[in-house]
């Protein structure tokens, strides 16, 4: 009996329980006593009313990370994290420059889209898709993999930040999970081609690079499976595809580690 209460006390100690592994590239939800605050190294974590929440780990994040929160009474919590590495797909070219000198009109364009797409991700909305299982925006072979790099005669190479997914132009690209659409280019960018960005909630964002057509407007809110846009090659492709990115706010994720196993 003594035994049987000491557990039932132990259980019913707040705590920080998570779900999920985390690992370079990896999101994982969690909850805490509902009116905790939390930091993740140091950085303050959004926590919903019912104490959920979302973290993620950059493509190039440390072997460990340190949760605290901080209960309504002023007690700390502390969950240190064990950051699994990644192998990446690395491939040489010895004899190749790194990048070729962009062009003055490059640059002039370049600004103001960067500029466009900082924006769309410094905005914060109240959707919940950050609660959902993740769905893939479109079925098919995946031809290029989240964090895969070349290295260039010893120089590195940006490593791909996204997921790539080679479909015909036309193939209709579905949001992956609940959202709002922060940005939808309304002329083709110089790199990504006809841009579409989705907010899921609590700083994670997805976008989808290179389509023929945007079926939505910023503002609208968007289901998980609903219709947004189609593939195309539009931007910088060297042929039809969807890139689909995501980012928890600075941090480079996986979205195969989101949506799971391509589906058959």
Do not use: C
Not at 86 to 112: D, G, H
């Amino acid at each position: 009996m003594i035994v049987l209460a000491a557990a039932l006390l132990l259980a019913a100690q707040p705590a920080i329980t998570l779900d999920g592994t985390p690992g370079q590239g990896a999101a994982m939800t969690g909850r805490v006593p509902p009116g905790a605050t939390l930091t993740l190294n140091g950085q303050p974590v959004a926590v919903a009313p019912d104490g959920a929440f979302l973290i993620a780990f950059d493509r190039d994040a440390g072997p460990a990370a340190t949760l605290l929160a901080t209960l309504p009474d002023g007690r700390p919590l502390v969950r240190t994290l064990a950051i699994a590495p990644r192998a990446w797909r690395i491939e040489r070219l010895p004899t190749l420059p790194r990048v070729s000198q962009p062009s003055a009109e490059f640059q002039r364009r370049r600004a103001p889209e960067l500029a466009q797409i900082a924006a769309a991700r410094d905005e914060a909305t109240d959707a919940q898709g950050w609660r959902q299982r993740f769905v893939w925006p479109v079925t098919g072979r995946i031809s290029g993999l989240f964090g895969s790099q070349r290295i260039y005669a010893g120089e590195p190479g940006a490593y791909h930040s996204g997921v790539d997914v080679a479909r015909p132009t036309g193939t209709p690209v579905v949001a992956p999970a609940d959202g709002v659409v922060i940005l939808a280019a309304p002329t083709p960018f110089t790199l990504e081609g006809n841009l579409l960005m989705i907010d899921h909630g609590m700083g994670l964002n997805s976008a989808f690079l290179h389509l023929s057509r945007i079926d939505v407007k910023p503002g609208d809110r968007v289901a998980q499976g609903q219709v947004v846009g189609a593939i195309g090659a539009t931007g910088r492709a060297t042929g039809p595809h969807l890139h689909w990115s995501m980012k928890w706010h600075d941090a480079r994720i996986d979205p195969l580690l989101l949506a799971g196993a391509m589906p058959h």
